[in-house]
């Protein structure tokens, strides 16, 4: 089908984004004929109507932004059209800044970015939401005679800056390595360098290192899947849709790549393909195609490009609902150590597991997230508990271990229901509960006084509140905190919290995700909507991953046995009942 793309338009529209950046002034929006205005005030249902299917849609949808998105966000588009002839879509590139910026100034109703929106740019635009539309993931494979137990993205972006030479320098046998790479150009190339190559140095400036000159190139996917299988000594970087048997795929971070941790959030090479929209502006048939996009029809497109969508990650495939059951014989000792947060449901999940195997003892100790990352790499415990990520340097000290997240920790932000916010930072949202932001009006809501309201000294909410959000980076680099205004009405228990933010006027609070009703209004962060599903698919950003960790160097059967049970269906139910399960 015809591609219907306007090279006018865009030619009008970067002029016109160029001229707004010269003169440091907002871009007027584009002048409303007849036909835009009644694609803008059209009423369209959210699912096919009997009218829509017979081609009564009708209007221009027009996109600017990622390049990345752009051949997507095409198919996706004549997809669409072909559904509706009457619709016209127009997708222009510029880059993801230029995408922001253009359903930021209202210049077009949908703008698109490979990356997640930064903060300042909420800021600017409080009207705008990022809806995720898939997800752009990479693996680093070997040649299946290599196998490394992990390895960290400063070591990947070493290994193909030709600066470690040897995979006994990353855990490996002592053989030279030979990379791999895609040729100039290329869209996987591009993505690669830009999600691991790229760094920021100490000073925090960014900065970059080139794919070693002395790489072997090759010109699709499958060319370089098809070398590293047959060729000894060979690493490579390799869109996910080609991952099969013949070759091996390398955990980064203890984390194996595949869709279900992209999906969950703890595989790291991977970017967010975004459609921006603007509430100021709104245009129902661009929500409708992105509503489109975001169903079953369109996810299955995003996975025939080789894409990774959105959405509940898939099952794992050593716990598959259907077939698991539970051991019941077994005998013995596991010991548990590490974080605080982890232990109370450590401890739930023994309990459980331990009526199934009466003879089998679970002892849980805390002593903090490092200890549990040194009790697992020092083989000091079978299973270490980290409530948070781990570590680089973690990884290269203990090259044996791999962490395994067994649930997400989620705090939303709620005000009164009478209080809608279109969105927060989570820089506001510190500054809100610092006490230095001190009326709504600060921060695009009503002119109100704000009035904090938060969990007591001691709360397992409140401290994983105060790690993910009132602790943060300086500019220099250095980690600070900040404390939680003095005159918060502090709360016994996640449900006085909600009953005090939905009885009284002007009231904001962090909540566990599992108290969200609609007795108070969630604040979107950054965007997105505090929900389960967003929390899953790693878009959401106040959460952390609860993990267990364990040790190739000292495996131990109980242990494997009882992290089996808990990423299972029974394990998960159990996890749901307070916390995010990871599927």
Known sequence: MFRKISLVLSFIMIATLLLSACSGTATEAPEVTEESAAVQTEEVAPEETEEAASGETEGTIQMAGSTTVQPLAEVLGEAYMEMHPDVVIEVQGGGSSVGVTSAGECTTPIGNASRTVKDSEFEEFPGITAHVIANDGIAIVTNPEIEIPTLSVEQVRNIFAGEITNFSEVGGSDAPITVVAREEGSGTRAAFEELVMEYKDEAGEDQAKLIVESALLQQSNGQVRTTVATTPNTIAFLSFGFLDDSIYGVPIDGVVPDEANVINGTYPIYRPLNMITNSDCESELANTFIEWILSEEGQTIVKEEEYIPVGSAPEAETAPAADYVPPTGLSGQLQLAGSTTVQPLAEVLGEAFMELNPDLVIEIQGGGSSVGVTS???????????????????????????????????????????????????????????????????????????????????????????????????????????????????????????????????????????????????????????????????????????????NSDCPDPNADAFIEYILSAIGQEIVAEDYIPVK
């Open 376 to 550: 697992a790499g020092e083989c000091t415990t079978p299973i270490g508990n980290a409530s948070r990520t781990v570590k680089d340097s973690e990884f290269e000290e203990f090259p044996g271990i791999t962490a395994y997240v067994i649930a997400n920790d989620g705090i939303a932000i709620v005000t009164n229901p009478e209080t809608e916010i279109p969105t927060l930072s989570v820089e506001q949202v510190r500054g809100i509960f610092a006490g230095e932001i001190t009326n709504f009006s600060e921060v695009g809501g009503p002119d109100a006084p704000i009035t904090v309201v938060a969990r007591e000294e001691g709360s397992g909410t409140r401290a994983a509140f105060e790690e993910l959000v009132m602790e943060y980076k300086d500019e220099a680099g250095e980690k600070q905190s900040k404390l939680i205004v003095e005159s918060a009405l502090l709360q016994q228990s996640n449900g006085q919290v909600r009953t005090t933010v939905a009885t009284t006027p002007n009231t904001i609070a962090f909540l566990s995700f599992g108290f969200l009703d609609d007795s108070t209004y969630g604040v979107p962060i950054d965007g997105v909507v505090p929900m389960v599903e967003n929390v899953m698919n790693g878009t959401y950003p106040i959460f952390r991953p609860l993990n267990m960790i364990t």
